[in-house]
Each structure stands twice: as structure tokens, then as C-alpha cells.
């Protein structure tokens, strides 16, 4: 493979000092110790008319009094300016290059020839050079670490070599694949490619192929794409299934008899119809005196997976179950993701429980935290419950009705204590045999909803609470944290809301959760109300695994963390370990490792949370190929200086209308308006405003689509 080279285009009369103030600082930071006059530079850059010769001269002469390069002899220069190295992540990236962040939540682009292929997530040494005409510019000098070794695509064998051409367009780079590692069976298929060779001195980073996906253009085949993308294996490792499938699944009398058993008490689960992993159910039993005992049990995956085991492993490195829009790649093994950890009903079950001991206003007297036995005596679906709520008569309606209402109590005081509520609806598609989407509905929150997410949020809080307080003494612990909104994005939505006739108090912390509140209720029903709700999202931070609490502040909790949800979540089996072990009084986890793993944790979920919605995507645009030319009703849900990201009210699938085909003005992105306003015409595009789009294209590989305004 050729080495290299620096593209070095041949420069004309006229060329300007600014381009050649840049092309210059370029070459001399390329070349930061040498001695080097015009003429020298004159042939490196291949320049060869006088009059540029000249103007090069009069350029070396203006960086020197500006101190970016001095003169070390006669007509002899070299650099001088000053340098900033920090150690940043990757924020984003695109063709051109790539976003490093900054100290004080800045940017900074660098160009893609600088930037050593770092990709988003990657930890990277850079060195910034000294602004010009307020622009910082720097380059990546070493990447620290590499998140993604791994690339889903295509194989172009075009020219003599093979080259990998990756799925997702925001990798600024192809791949030089090994020819010994391409085999005639990998062409015209989708493959995966491990990247061997990061070396900078080459135009592409070295792979070879380590898998077929499938065929292109087939539905699963996408699908898997997606999932290898972002870092999941759609199958377990053999020896990981023939692990999980050799576990005993009788109970033995001895673990039985070092269990609370309640298997007598009356006990249920409410999960969605298609649910078969049943993480939690609930147990209601009278006691004297108008109090009631009311048991959260999480399923005890702690007891069947091995800590360090093979199974255990493969889970750590999935850190969480990933929900596709047609199926779901669980975190542990069927056998015991749907079997033997699933809290089904009419069998024996093992199980980590928190029995609150509540009056009949949501008042919490005690609570216990212990291993149990458990018997689920009924299997409900959210639809199902809510029907003997809403008629009060059916299976267990007294329980149902006493858990309805305390959870409505439960969630009355955290709304008046400050937890701030997004209510949305949830898209599904309908699928034929063939999985193709053939209809949409959404899927509204019942009652029953509520009802589970109330008690699971209380022994969450509750757990979290039991081992973190008070701070002083407490021991290393999983903590699931939300910090304060970002200051400068409430700033900007109260100035826009301001000029709606609302206002946000920012005074505290609590203030401001409280006006969110109420800001959210008048804005319902009203033409605003997309705009300032997705304004709002935007402000929050994002919810982080962390040994460092402080607090979580959507929800208005000191402590929380997660603790309900092990067979598909990994932070939540660690935090079982961590009771188990802090309750023994065994000797505290080491806080570093601890920290480690929910970096980790927290990335993996973002990951899965992008799989989830690259595959809602590609639906999307499955469901609205048979559709072009077709007009729709839609809202503006994000504006850029490239245009308009547009959401079908019917069916609320996304698309891009391109500023370049708005022909009737010259449309300018106003930034903090969310707008994009002509020049001449002022006519307003702004979010959340309600507009009239037609189908232009619908492009799957991409997974996006095309609209126009009509």
C-alpha cells in the first residue's frame, strides 16, 4: 500500500494572503523544527510563479511579527507559535473530520487529515494551536484509547485492492482490507471488519474480514448490521448457552430454608403483553391496625450467575438488553433471561425482595431487604390489570385497587417535591410475516404503567439510600445519577418562552423543577408545546452510572440507583452483589474498579439506546418507501443550518428538508430563534411549528429520508 502523500495543489497569480497565510501555517507546524526560507517552501508547496513567490515572502514576514514564526537567520524562519495539549474525548465526527470537546463544554473541529481516524468515544491527546480571527484550530497527536475496532459494510472491489466501505457515514474513512483475509464469498455481502493497523503514515487504517452478515439488502441482515455496529453480538458464545443450560433448575430445600419464604402470599406480575423476561412482581398481604405489607421481588440472577463465570462475563460486556424494533437481544442467555431468572407464573422462584411495611396514604413505616422464595400466583398484562381497576371486580381486585391507589399517592408527592414529568407516547410498528412494516399505532401509558414504575422507583430509592446514607460512612455503590440542566440551554428556553407569556424561576434548583412543571401543563394543547417540550428535553442532562451521588435531579432523589431490572441490566446485578456483600459485612469493593465499571455500563446503554433508534430508522424508512410522492402534515423537530428535520404527525416518522431545496428565498439558521428566516421575505421556519411536507425519497442503506415543502 502506497504511503501518504500531502495533497499539494499547484497555486495560481492572485492567490490570496489569507489562503496562503493558511496553507503556510499548515506546512509549518508539519514541519515544526526546521529551518526553512521561501525558496524551500516555494518547491515543497510546488509554486512556481513569481508574483506568489513574492506574496509568500511578504506572508513569512507578517507571521513573524505576529510570533508564529521567528527569524533564525536572514530570510530563514521557523516556528514558534505557543501550544496547548489537553487530553479530550471525541464528540462527534462527520466526513470532513471530527468535534473534540473543550474545558467549559466547547467544541472544536478538527479536520479529518488531522485527526489520526479518532472516532466518537475516543480518548485523544490534542494540541491546540493560538486562535486566529477567533477560530481555534488544533489536531489529534495520539489516540489514548480506541472504542471501535469494528466495522460493518460493504466490500468495493473496483480497483485492484479491496476496500471496506462502512455503513455508518459518519466514519471519515474506508478500510484497506488484507487481501488474504478477503475470500470470494465476502463479496456482494455485508461483512465485519476488526481494523488491525492504525498507522497515521497511511491514506486508511488496515482490517481484515471476520464475518459474513448476510446478504444485502435482507431484512435480518440490516438489522444485525446495526446490532455489530454498535458493539453487540446478535448470539451468545457456545460456551456461554451450554454454561447457562447445565445450571440446576431445582430449588434445593437447604437454599429454601436460608430464604424468607412467601410463597404463600399473594403475589403477581404486570408486564407488557409481549414480555417473557419477568424481572418483577409484587406482593400484597394485610397486617393489623390499617397497614398493609407490600413486597417489591426482583428476580435473584445474582444466585445463578457466577461472579467472574463465563456467563458473567459475556453480561459485563453487554451491560444491558438491547430492544429493537422486532426483537429483542437479551443480556443473558434465554435459558435464563426468559426461564429460570423469569418470575413466571405458578412456579417456584428465587428472588431479592424490598417489603415495605405502608398505611393506606403511601406512607412508608418500614421496610426489609432480603433474599426470598416466591410463588407468582397470576401473570397480568398492563391492559389486563387496568380493566379490573377501572370495572374494580376481577382476579385480585382488592390488591390491585390498593396498589392503584397508593401508587397515585406515591406519585402525587413526587410531582409536589419536584420531579419534573415528560409524558410521550411510545411508536410501534405492525409487521407482516415477512417483519415489513405495514402500519404504525402508539402506544399510550395506562394506569397500570404507573402503578409499576411508582414501586419500582421506591425501592430503587430505597436501596440506594439504605447503603449511601449517611454520605460520611457510606461504602462504594452503584448509583444511577442525573445532574442539574445545562445553565446556557434554560437561559436561552426561558428568553423563548418569555416571548410566549411564560416564565421559568432558575433561582434553585428546585424552583426551576417546579416552573418545568407548570410550564409543561399550560403548554398542553397549545400550537407551542412541541417546540418547548423538545427544548426542554434538550436542557437536561443524561442519566449516568456512578459511584459519586449526587443525586438524581429529574426525579427529585437524593439516592438512586437500579436495583429492579438484573436480567437486563448489569448495574442492577452488581448493586444485588453489593447488598449481599455490604449486609454479610464483608470487606467494601474498591471504589476505582467500581467507577470503571459504570463507565462502562453507561456507555454500553448508549449504545443500545443508538441501536434502538438506528433500527427505528430504518423501519421508518421501510414503511415510507411505497410512499413517495405522497403529502403529509408534519412538525418541525430540529433545525440546523442545513435544514429542517420534519416528523410526520400520522405516523411520526422523520425526514430532512434540505435548505438547498427551499428555492423561493436565502434561508440563514438563527440559532437562538431554532428558526431558519429568508433573507429578503423573513419568512420563519421554527421548531415545533406545524408545516406541509411531500416525500422526495426514501433511502434505506442511508436509513433517511428526503422531504419538501409543498
Known amino acids: 500500500m502506497k504511503k501518504k502523500k500531502k495533497s499539494r495543489k499547484k497555486r495560481k497569480e492572485g492567490f490570496s494572503n489569507t489562503k496562503l497565510f493558511d496553507l503556510l501555517l499548515s506546512f509549518f507546524r508539519e514541519n515544526p523544527k526546521k529551518r526553512l526560507n521561501y525558496k524551500q517552501v516555494s518547491k515543497a508547496l510546488r509554486i512556481k510563479e513569481m508574483g506568489v513567490k513574492i506574496q509568500l515572502i511578504d506572508v513569512m514576514k507578517e507571521m513573524a511579527e505576529s510570533k508564529i514564526i521567528e527569524e533564525i537567520q536572514r530570510g530563514r524562519y521557523r516556528l514558534i507559535e505557543k501550544t496547548t495539549t489537553l487530553f479530550s474525548v471525541v464528540k462527534n465526527t462527520n466526513k470532513k473530520g471530527v468535534y473534540v470537546g473543550l474545558d467549559g463544554g466547547d467544541e472544536i473541529f478538527i479536520p479529518r487529515e488531522y485527526s489520526l481516524f479518532s472516532l466518537a468515544g475516543d480518548e485523544v491527546e490534542v494540541v491546540l494551536f493560538p486562535k486566529r480571527k477567533k477560530k481555534q484550530a488544533g489536531e489529534v497527536i495520539r489516540v489514548v484509547e480506541r472504542k471501535k475496532t469494528e466495522f460493518v459494510g460493504v466490500i468495493d472491489n473496483s480497483s485492484s485492492s479491496y476496500f471496506l466501505i462502512p455503513d455508518d457515514k459518519r466514519v471519515s474513512f474506508d478500510v484497506f482490507l488484507n487481501e488474504k483475509s478477503v475470500k470470494k464469498e465476502h463479496l456482494n455481502k455485508k461483512v465485519l471488519v476488526r481494523i488491525e493497523g492504525w498507522n497515521s503514515g497511511f491514506k486508511n487504517p488496515v482490517g481484515r474480514v471476520i464475518g459474513i ?127 429460570l431468572c423469569s418470575l413466571k407464573p405458578n412456579v417456584d422462584r428465587l428472588a431479592y425482595s424490598v417489603l415495605f411495611e405502608m398505611d393506606e396514604d403511601s406512607n412508608l413505616l418500614n421496610y426489609r431487604i432480603l433474599k426470598t422464595v416466591i410463588h407468582s400466583n397470576k401473570r397480568f398484562t398492563y391492559q389486563t390489570a387496568q380493566k379490573i381497576i377501572d370495572s374494580k371486580k376481577g382476579c385480585f381486585s382488592q390488591e390491585l385497587l390498593l396498589l392503584s391507589n397508593i401508587s397515585k399517592k406515591l406519585r402525587k408527592k413526587r410531582w409536589e417535591e419536584g420531579s419534573i414529568g415528560f409524558e410521550s407516547s411510545e411508536v410501534k410498528f405492525v409487521l407482516d410475516d415477512k417483519k415489513n412494516p405495514i402500519d404504525v399505532f402508539f402506544k399510550e401509558s395506562l394506569g397500570t404503567n404507573h402503578l409499576i414504575e411508582e414501586f419500582m422507583l421506591l425501592a430503587n430509592k430505597t436501596i440506594a439510600k439504605h447503603i449511601g446514607f449517611p454520605k460520611k460512612s457510606a461504602k462504594p455503590f452503584v448509583y444511577r445519577v442525573h445532574d442539574l440542566p445545562d445553565n446556557d440551554k434554560i437561559s436561552s428556553l426561558t428568553n423563548i418562552v418569555k416571548k410566549l407569556g411564560y416564565s421559568i424561576n432558575n433561582n434553585s434548583a428546585r424552583l426551576l423543577s417546579k416552573s418545568l412543571n407548570v410550564l409543561l401543563k399550560n403548554i398542553k394543547g397549545k400550537k407551542e408545546q412541541q417546540m418547548v417540550e423538545t427544548l426542554t428535553i434538550r436542557s437536561m442532562a443524561k442519566a449516568i452510572y456512578t459511584t459519586k451521588n449526587i443525586g438524581h435531579y429529574g426525579l427529585s432523589f437524593g439516592y438512586y440507583s437500579h436495583f429492579t431490572s438484573p436480567i437486563r441490566r448489569y448495574p442492577d446485578l452488581v448493586v444485588h452483589r453489593l447488598l449481599d456483600k455490604y ?128
Not at 438488553?321 to 435459558?335: C, G, Q, T, W
Not at 405522497?630 to 435548505?659: F, H, M, P, Q
Open 583 to 710: 449486609i454479610s459485612g464483608a470487606k467494601p469493593t474498591k471504589q476505582n474498579e467500581l467507577e470503571e465499571l459504570c463507565k462502562h455500563c453507561s456507555e454500553k446503554e448508549k449504545k443500545a439506546s443508538q441501536a434502538e433508534r438506528d433500527s427505528v430508522k430504518y423501519m421508518q424508512v421501510k414503511f415510507l418507501k411505497n410512499k413517495v410522492g405522497e403529502k403529509y402534515d408534519g412538525i418541525i423537530s430540529g433545525v440546523t443550518e442545513w435544514g429542517l428535520y420534519v416528523e410526520i404527525i400520522a405516523n411520526r416518522c422523520e425526514g430532512l428538508v434540505r435548505v438547498s431545496s427551499i428555492k423561493d428565498d436565502h434561508y440563514i439558521y438563527d440559532e437562538k430563534k431554532h428558526a431558519l428566516i429568508g433573507c429578503r421575505s423573513k419568512v420563519s421556519y421554527q421548531l415545533g411549528q406545524k408545516i406541509k411536507i411531500k416525500i422526495k425519497k426514501a433511502d434505506l442503506e442511508r436509513k433517511q429520508m428526503d422531504f419538501i415543502l409543498v
Open 213 to 339: 452478515i448476510g446478504d444485502i439488502n435482507n431484512h435480518d441482515t440490516e438489522i444485525n448490521s446495526i446490532l455489530y455496529d454498535y458493539g453487540f453480538d446478535p448470539k451468545f458464545p457456545a460456551k456461554v448457552t451450554d454454561s447457562a443450560n447445565k445450571i440446576n433448575e431445582v430449588i434445593s430445600k437447604k437454599e429454601i430454608l436460608n430464604r424468607l419464604d412467601l410463597r404463600k402470599t399473594t403475589t403477581f406480575t404486570i408486564d407488557p403483553k409481549d414480555a417473557k423476561d419477568f424481572d418483577d412482581a409484587l406482593s400484597v398481604k394485610k397486617l393489623d391496625g390499617g397497614r398493609w405489607e407490600i413486597g417489591v421481588h426482583i428476580a435473584d440472577v445474582s444466585y445463578y450467575v457466577v461472579e467472574g463465570g463465563v456467563i458473567d462475563v459475556e453480561a459485563f460486556e453487554r451491560a444491558t438488553s438491547v430492544y429493537l424494533v422486532d426483537r429483542v437481544i437479551p443480556m443473558l442467555p434465554e435459558f435464563l433471561s426468559n426461564n
